[in-house]
């Protein structure tokens, strides 16, 4: 699979030896999961000043959405409730690998200073190997800003 690498500004593709990088899926997978807004829940209250309930457009035609909801916490104010939130929303956008990619998965979040969420993500696959990967949200201006760190 050809490997989406992210990064604060978005996400991109890198060139090794002249051709396109690629990865094993898990690693793209995992991030395009949980950084593709799903489509909010008509329980979910919306960001202030906001009606769009987002959501990607493929839903329509899949058995299960695709995406998470942390971008439901871009205006919340970085409290445990928002990062019990974080947790919850990263691990139902992970179910899906759980049919087939992984046997397990465990999601944890902490803060880290004043304007920084950090998720950390465990999932150990079939064969069970372990693969660990960390995502940090940066709080700023009443946005919410994905930078990630690769597999760790």
């Given at each position: 699979?050809i490997?989406t ?9 890198s ?9 094993d899926?898990?690693?793209?997978l995992?991030f ?18 906001t009606?769009?309930r987002?959501?990607?457009p493929?839903d329509?035609f899949?058995?299960s959405p695709?995406?998470s ?14 990062l019990?939130r974080?947790e919850?929303y990263?691990?139902e956008?992970?179910?899906p ?5 992984a ?13 920084r969420?950090r998720l950390y993500?465990t999932?150990?696959?079939p064969?069970?190997?372990?693969m ?5 949200l940066?709080?700023?201006a ?11």
């Amino acid at each position: 699979m050809i490997g989406t690498y992210w990064h604060q500004n978005g996400a991109d593709h890198s060139i090794e030896d002249g051709k396109l990088a690629e990865d094993d899926g898990l690693n793209s997978l995992v991030f395009m999961m949980l950084m593709t807004d799903a489509r909010a829940k008509d329980s979910d209250a919306l960001p202030a000043g906001t009606t769009d309930r987002r959501g990607w457009p493929g839903d329509s035609f899949a058995a299960s959405p695709w995406g998470s909801r942390l971008w439901l916490l871009a205006r919340e104010k970085l409290t445990t409730t928002t990062l019990q939130r974080a947790e919850d929303y990263a691990s139902e956008a992970l179910v899906p690998l759980l049919k087939g990619m992984a046997k397990r998965y465990r999601v944890t979040a902490s803060r880290q200073g004043r304007e920084r969420l950090r998720l950390y993500i465990t999932i150990t696959k079939p064969d069970d190997t372990v693969m660990r990967y960390g995502i940090s949200l940066r709080w700023a201006a009443h946005t919410l800003r994905g930078e990630v760190s690769h597999a760790l």
